[in-house]
């Protein structure tokens, strides 16, 4: 897995990543941040997920038990569901 392991992330380019981190400073001093959170998510991440989790899940039926790892804070989420396809989109 380790040899591979852009198989398993999402990057946006440097550009969307500059915006993304903008916009997060941005989030803090909103009263509702939650909506500009889906906001990044529909805009930024969704795209390369949908690409991604395909690839990553191989069918769309499994489920069980999945860790998600931000690389730079090193925070991780913990989560589980029946379907990790449709969890996950």
Not at 23 to 30: A, I, P, R, S, Y
Not at 38 to 44: G, N, R, S
Not at 48 to 53: E, G
């Amino acid at each position: 897995m380790k040899s591979k392991i852009d198989d398993y992330r999402l990057v946006p380019s440097s550009v969307e990543l500059s915006d993304i981190k903008k916009l997060e400073k941005v989030k803090m001093e909103l009263a509702k941040p939650r909506i500009l959170s889906m906001l990044i998510w529909q805009t930024y991440w969704q795209p390369l997920a949908k690409i991604k989790f395909p690839i990553i899940l191989k069918d769309k039926t499994k489920m069980g038990i999945y860790k998600i790892t931000n690389i730079e804070t090193n925070e991780c989420y913990i989560g589980q569901a029946v379907d990790i396809y449709k969890r996950w989109n």
